[in-house]
């Protein structure tokens, strides 16, 4: 199974962007599904995740802005990013499960 994310983007502050992550294999429903980022300079951080249960959670930063979905039965997850920040630039990784997609850039200018 592999993971493709897309969505990333240059865009002004005060813009919006849509994350997408969705697999390249089928027969796979996973029980977790999120976003992390990556800084430039910076460790891996959890932006927002999906639980086997079906609650969410969002890291203080992008409380209130950003918004995690996902269809587990079609292993497809999507990341809604309103009111962008300079500092949310940074590579977006999705995770389902235990499998990493490839990243994808998200650029915010000031």
């Known amino acids: 199974v592999q993971l493709q994310a897309s969505g990333g983007g240059l865009v002004q502050a005060g813009g919006s962007l849509r994350l997408s992550c969705a697999t390249s294999g089928s027969d796979f429903s996973p029980s977790y599904m999120g976003w992390y980022r990556q800084a430039p300079g910076k460790q891996r951080e959890l932006v927002a995740d999906i639980n086997s249960a079906g609650g969410t959670f969002y890291s203080r930063s992008v409380q209130g802005r950003f918004t995690v979905s996902g269809d587990k039965a079609k292993a497809t997850v999507w990341l809604h990013m309103n009111s962008l920040k300079p500092e949310d630039t940074g590579v977006y990784y999705c995770?389902?499960?235990?499998?990493w997609g490839q990243g994808t850039l998200v650029t915010v200018s000031s």
């Open positions: 995770i389902m499960n235990q499998i």
